[in-house]
């Protein structure tokens, strides 16, 4: 490797793409997507140093199917199956500056439970929502396609998470919480000023 190659390494941002299938159900068919051989050249070429995958009940399944990545320029990759706090996790994958150095903004993948969107749009990255179908009474496709009609996510489908995630890299989302509608009674003065001053 050349020295302005070394250096071009040595100043390039932490990026990380942060996985979370949640903390009951399993989701062995993302893990299998996100492990893949294409996803993780789809990450390195969009300049990724980082993969940390939240793999719930499915730890041990994770670790049978994932590459050997010794090379020195892959994706870093790394596991664990529960935490009792994600913010963590979403920090990492966002934008900002920390005692580990400088973050690119990175993106979240997550299945499109509700309470992990919402947590996840708190952070500056992209989201990239992906239902699992194997729940039952599964109401997570109907969110992930609403919040991705109202701008907020990429509503990513198995078998096509890569190109999810490529869409996301060049996507510009809105911000959560949304502001109000211009013209409308929660206006300066209105109803979501007296909210934000009440529970700021």
Known sequence: MSKSELESQHDRLARTAFVTIGATAGFRSLLQEVVSARFLTTLKS???TDLVVQCGPDLEYFETIRLDHTQKDAVRITAFSYAP???KYFMQASRGDDDNGKRDCGVIISHAGSGSIIEALEFDSKLVAVPNPELMDNHQLEIAE??????????????SVTEAVERADTASLRKWPPGPSPGS?????????AINELMP
Do not use: C, P, R, V
């Not at 609403?146 to 078998?159: D, R």
């Not at 009674?185 to 000023?193: F, I, N």
């Open 85 to 87: 706090d994600l913010s």
């Open 185 to 193: 009674a929660y206006q300066k003065g209105g109803l979501w000023e």
């Open 46 to 48: 969009l300049n990724y």
């Open 146 to 159: 609403e919040m991705e009609s109202q701008g907020f996510l990429i509503h990513g489908k198995l078998g």
